[in-house]
């Protein structure tokens, strides 16, 4: 699971709970948005992710 538990002061106590970490929101942001680009943008970006993957 990529949920990882975070907490803050919440009155007083600590309030606890599952969050998602940056990175993944950001790959989930991503993946989103490259929904509506053109197929051959699409494919351009995927292609840069599995390069830097291989790196």
Do not use: C, V
């Amino acid at each position: 699971m990529f949920m990882i538990q975070i907490n803050f002061p919440f009155t007083e106590a600590r309030h606890y709970r599952h969050g998602m970490s940056y990175e993944l929101w950001m790959a989930q942001h991503l993946q989103g948005q490259s929904k509506a680009l053109p197929t051959e943008e699409t494919s351009r970006i995927n292609t840069t992710f599995i390069a830097l993957g291989d790196a």
